[in-house]
């Protein structure tokens, strides 16, 4: 059988809520053993972040909400109180043992506490320290706490996001998912395997020092570079792409769908199935920038003729025209659709108090490896004992006693 990438990668997993964890799941994901240390008696802050909480075998709620389910699969828990020098203790025992370590503490914290990186590094000299924070290790905010929510709006990200000033609905808008946490912990994931490979050749770790708010301002992307190049700020424009035209969402005499025409053949395409082929050779809607610049004028005609049949006829129809569209789906809906089911995305593991559990499952998918996908999302110090067995540590001696160590 097949190895998983990582599984010869032991991770050390100090950070809670979303960006950090995000970067471990994906380790374990990738076959790492991700060891997830949490306060005693409490755990990670998301824990409690419902409802709504998994129900156990008879229906009643557990101690654990959606939201950690949703970024803690594949990890073992442990409790310990890092503020205690026996609690420090433990973590430096299992450094020793592992390969990664991931935090997202306030700055120094962890360095009074003796666990910083040159503290570590000193036990473990090439380990990569991952450090997750939202302004980074360095300037005149750095000792300031951050959300996802206030990244989005700080980073500028709310600024081109949502309808208009002065329409219905008008007004700044975040995104419907913590999109700059989950960022994070993709660019710390990627960060770290960048370390490990570079330790592959030099022997040496490294810290990595990555900052939320640095995330947010490095996928403004091509909205960013418009006002590079232009000098003009990026305005919110509702569902419309702000450089390719027609993209937007438009709605049919049933319901909405959403058009995503990408070059100038596709929309001859376009052209013919609404029975308008003269608007590919119109001189404002020949070109890409013909149809940017005229966007709202060329609108005004598709709304026009998409309100002559409803959705699932002109899906069909451009669907078979090969221009790309599609429906706006909710959540059920998406996790119903033939594609999501044939590629496995919905998953279910085993769980001791919920019998089994769904999940959402990773979208990496390898021909020569296998990801992880046995472990559930851990109850709190589930794996307390079996852990310090494992590693011969000695339990502290200021433990409260872990609800399922």
Request: with cysteine; glycine share 10%; proline share 7%.
């Amino acid at each position: 059988m097949s190895q998983s990438p990582l599984s010869h990668i032991r991770v050390l997993d100090l950070s809670r809520i979303m960006a950090g964890p995000w970067a471990s799941q994906i380790f374990a994901d990738l076959g790492a053993d991700v060891i997830k240390i949490e306060r005693q008696g409490r755990g990670d802050d998301t824990r409690s972040w419902g409802p709504p909480f998994l129900k156990d075998a008879n229906g009643k709620d557990t101690t654990d909400a959606g939201y950690f389910l949703a970024v803690n699969r594949g990890k073992r828990s442990i409790t310990l109180d890092i503020a205690t020098a026996e609690g420090q203790r433990v973590v430096r025992e299992l450094v020793r043992h592992c390969d990664i370590v991931i935090e997202n503490f306030k700055v120094d914290t962890l360095d009074r506490y003796g666990l910083g990186y040159d503290d570590l590094k000193a036990i473990k000299p090439d380990i990569i320290y991952c450090s997750v924070t939202g302004f980074g290790q360095t300037g005149p905010r750095r000792d300031q706490p951050a959300y996802d929510f206030m990244i989005q709006a700080m980073g500028g990200l709310m600024s081109v996001t949502g309808e208009p000033d002065g329409v219905p609905g008008g007004g700044p808008e975040k995104v419907g998912v913590p999109i700059v946490d989950i960022m994070t912990g993709m660019y710390a994931a990627i960060a770290t395997l960048g370390a490990m490979a570079h330790r592959s050749v030099t022997g040496a770790g490294d810290h990595i020092d990555i900052a939320m708010l640095d995330v947010q301002v490095g996928f403004l992307a091509n909205q960013a570079m418009n006002y590079l190049v232009s000098g003009t700020p990026p305005r919110r424009a509702g569902n419309a792409h702000p450089n390719i035209q027609p993209q937007d969402v438009f709605p049919c005499c049933d319901g909405h769908l959403v058009l995503v025409v990408g070059n100038d053949g596709q929309f001859a395409k376009f052209c013919e199935v609404i029975g308008q082929p003269d608007l590919a050779n119109d001189s404002r809607f020949a070109t890409n920038a013909g149809r940017v610049r005229n966007r709202l004028d060329l609108a005004d005609i598709i709304r026009a003729a998409f309100a002559e049949a409803d959705m699932a006829d002109w899906l069909f129809r451009l669907d078979a025209a090969g221009v790309p569209c599609g429906p706006i789906n909710t959540i059920p809906a998406v996790l119903a659709d033939e594609q999501i089911q044939h590629r496995a995305m919905k998953m279910q593991m085993p769980h001791p108090l919920a019998g089994t559990v769904d999940l959402i499952a990773s979208p990496m998918r390898f021909r020569n490896a296998r990801l992880r996908r046995d472990r559930h999302p851990p109850l709190l110090g589930e794996h307390t004992a079996e852990i310090l067995a494992e590693f011969a540590i000695q339990a502290p001696a200021d433990a409260g006693g872990s609800p399922h160590s």
